[in-house]
């Protein structure tokens, strides 16, 4: 019997029918699904079955220094047991095994622990996909190879690192800060430097000290309009610019007319990072829109969404591909690109070997999708269809006024031909078109503007800028940087979009930057990850890595222990900023977040003298945001709860006096 092993419930029923050709068939075994045809089983495993961590002896954080962790034994423990023994009992009557899991660090992993499980002498093999469609999977099983033991030990440093920094830097700043349970603080090897750079922006919008400036505008005219600004763009003093604009006479003349025309050229193929950023400019979240691409891989609608390539590997049917769109609601879209002379596509800077940039691999109807995942599965067809699409071209003009001297700049752009803004209608085209002008022209001065402006701080990330960052400074895997904002937000670190740190992220932020700053800075953690990309290369051992990767941890724990009641005080004080929501209302002390046997409340600090108290929701993590509520001066509160969206509590004063009027009503 031939045992195929794949990642998920899903791709093991899909490639099932694909393999059998519609005639597989469920069957429970030890309480799981698996799907048999003859001479075959098909087994999903849901992702790891094994995980890394410590020996129980190590569970109780009171008894365990959390340097110890450090050096402490890893262990593998079975994560899915009915998983594992189903593998088991259909591995017993096998005559091969072949393992069928994603192509990449993760899945290889996931094959070799469930190779871990079953009995070595089985004749084993590998097969690597990048879409679940018919054509695919038969050509990967018609050609199987080895597995990647060294690209799976790529991927089991990054969990044993992660496990012993995680935990060991965790623990430590939890019974620091007092902070445990449900609400400890994490601290990581990839989130620590992330949530950093966070702060470092905030701090500066914060420092930031705006500097006034004045700009000139004038306003033409002829048959039409022209606004023009004047050449020196800024000026810091205002009585310099009052005097330019007191020699300004009533007529002006067009020095210098110049035009040309542009070309902007089409988008690269989708990689993980630019798709994120893209989904994330149409309202996805990065962890939503990688949990929407991944179903539609699983489904055989688009190739594997985590990869690295921005260049299409010669072997795509770049015609085929487009020529199953004609029948569909791309119809004119595919037809338009079948008429060029020649098709080819954009290339990117980045070019790898593992997958193909993400594409579109077979066609899907809006009746096929539900609303949302159409609009993933449509941003992907539609970069598929731009990176073969034509420059779009544009006429630029700069236009010169002199007016008594003065020296006045506009500005046109006017789009001559959309090319592939057709097919990506996700830019915004913007158009300034000017009037019909020729060089020598006397214009009418009609208008002079005197503009006070003033310069602005630099912005926070919004989630799809923040994977960029991520991706520049070597933080995290195309993999894992859209969980690692996510276990921000759920941690109570940051809150919005554009993301914003609370007072427990300043808290934990500064005070390892205090004793322990090279855990908030990207180049340690940058290293490891290159480290880790050497071991899947076969350049290094992984022991060697983790090693390393335990000395350094050790090192700062030297500081850190050597600062302990210090790193205790700072975070203390820290977080009691997190917690204050505002003014006491009838004697000014500060409110705080309470807790009694009843639940949680808003709580005077004038207490037993002042018993003002507001009620606060039972459930969920509350974030006290910077925004203050006008009437109250409160500020006000976010909730988050695991597996529901954000909810916005406002000000809780005025909350509770709607629930009040609600209550009598």
Known sequence: ??????????????????????????????????????????????????????????????????????????????????????????????????????????????GVEALRLIPS????????????????????????????????????????????????????????????GKNFLSVGRVQTPLLALLVEREKQIEAFEPTPYWEIYVTCKNSGELTAKHEKERFLEREKAEIIISRLGSKGIISKLESRKKNQAPPAPFDTTEFLRAASSIGFT????????????????????????????????????????????????????????????????????????????????????????????????????????????????????????????????????????????????????????????????????????????????????????????????????????????????VYGNPLVPTSTAYAVIETLERYAAPITKPDMTSTLDKDMDKIAEGLIEEENVVQESREMLDTIFEKLNGSKDHVSRTLQEGLREDKIVGKCPDCGSDLMIRRSKRGRFIGCTGYPDCTFSLPLPKSGTIIVTSKDCEEHGLHHLRIIAKGRRPWDLGCPYCNYIEWQKSKKE
């Open 121 to 180: 002498s089985i004749p084993t093999d590998r097969v690597r996909y990048s879409a679940i469609t018919p054509s695919e999977i038969n050509k990967s099983f018609s050609n199987p190879t080895k597995i990647d033991f060294n690209l799976a030990s790529a991927g089991e440093a990054r969990q044993k690192i992660d496990l012993v920094w995680g935990a060991a830097l965790t623990r430590f700043v939890s019974l620091s800060s007092r902070r445990l």
């Open 286 to 493: 990065p962890a939503n829109a990688m949990r929407v691409s991944e179903s539609l891989y699983i489904n055989g609608w688009i190739s594997y969404p985590r990869t690295d390539n921005t260049v299409y590997p010669k072997s795509l049917d770049f015609m085929g591909l487009i020529k199953m769109f004609t029948e569909s609601d791309f119809g004119d879209y595919a037809e338009s690109l079948l008429r060029k002379e020649m098709l080819k596509p954009t290339r990117g800077k980045k070019e790898a070997t593992d997958h193909p940039p993400i594409h579109p691999v077979s066609v899907a109807t809006k009746k096929d999708l539900n609303t949302y995942v159409w609009k993933i599965y449509e941003l992907i067809v539609r970069r598929f269809f731009a990176s073969f699409a034509s420059p779009a071209v544009w006429e630029m003009t700069k236009v010169t006024v002199e007016i008594d001297g003065e020296i006045f700049n506009a500005d046109g752009s006017r789009l001559l031909e959309d090319g592939w803004l057709w097919y990506y209608p996700y830019y915004k085209i913007k158009e300034n078109i000017l009037p019909s002008l020729k060089e020598g022209e006397t214009l009418d001065i009609i208008k002079v503007d005197l503009a006070e402006k003033e310069t602005q701080p630099p912005k926070r990330y919004k989630q799809g800028g923040l994977i960029k960052k991520m991706e520049d400074l070597g933080l995290g895997t195309k993999s894992t940087r859209h969980e690692m904002i996510s276990k921000l937000y759920a941690r109570g670190y």
């Open 1 to 110: 019997m031939h045992l195929i092993v794949t990642e998920k419930h899903n791709t093991a029923k899909r490639i099932a029918q694909i393999l059998s050709k519609g005639n597989a068939k469920q069957k429970k075994v030890n309480g799981v699904n698996t799907y048999e045809y003859p001479e075959s089983v098909v087994i999903g495993l849901s992702g790891h079955i094994l995980n890394v961590d410590f020996p129980p002896e190590y569970n109780k954080w009171s008894d365990v220094e959390p340097q110890e962790l450090i050096g402490a034994k890893i262990v593998l423990v079975p994560t899915q047991k009915k998983i594992i023994s189903a593998l088991q009992k259909l591995a017993k009557g096998a005559s091969r095994i072949t393992i069928a899991t994603d192509y990449d660090r993760e899945g290889e992993l996931i």
